[in-house]
């Protein structure tokens, strides 16, 4: 069982993009879903995150204002809109799932997928 990633790209600096994270074979309306990112020589870092209910949600703080996490339960996808690139957003983007939304413990979610590729380029 994974969580596959899509939307990722090149963009120039102020541009948008919009991820998308779907289950291979199991239902995500009963998860939590968090993005993560990593950039080269960087750790691993919480981006956002949405409860199971999707009525709570939480960012970072250098995405604050500039990237939206969603999900469809129709669609069993969690989006990540993101808005307002820059060239220190450029990383691997992951989503996980589990059972509580949050940034800082990645422990917490028992699916990942394997990244997909943001590159903010000037």
């Known amino acids: 069982l994974q969580l596959v990633e899509s939307g990722g790209g090149l963009v120039q600096p102020g541009g948008s993009l919009r991820l998308s994270c779907t289950p291979s074979?199991?239902?995500?309306?009963?998860?939590?879903v968090g993005w993560f990112r990593q950039a080269p020589g960087k750790e691993r870092e919480g981006v956002s995150c949405?409860?199971?209910?999707?009525?709570?949600?939480d960012y970072a703080n250098f995405v604050k204002g500039r990237f939206t996490i969603s999900r469809d339960d129709a669609k069993n996808t969690v989006y990540l809109q993101m808005n307002g690139l820059e060239p220190e957003d450029t990383a691997v983007y992951y989503c996980a799932a589990g059972g509580i939304a949050t940034l800082t413990d990645q422990s917490e979610y028992d699916y990942w997928g394997q990244g997909t590729q943001v590159t903010v380029f000037s």
């Open positions: 949405i409860s199971e209910s999707g009525t709570s949600t």
């Open positions: 074979r199991f239902t995500l309306r009963y998860y939590a």
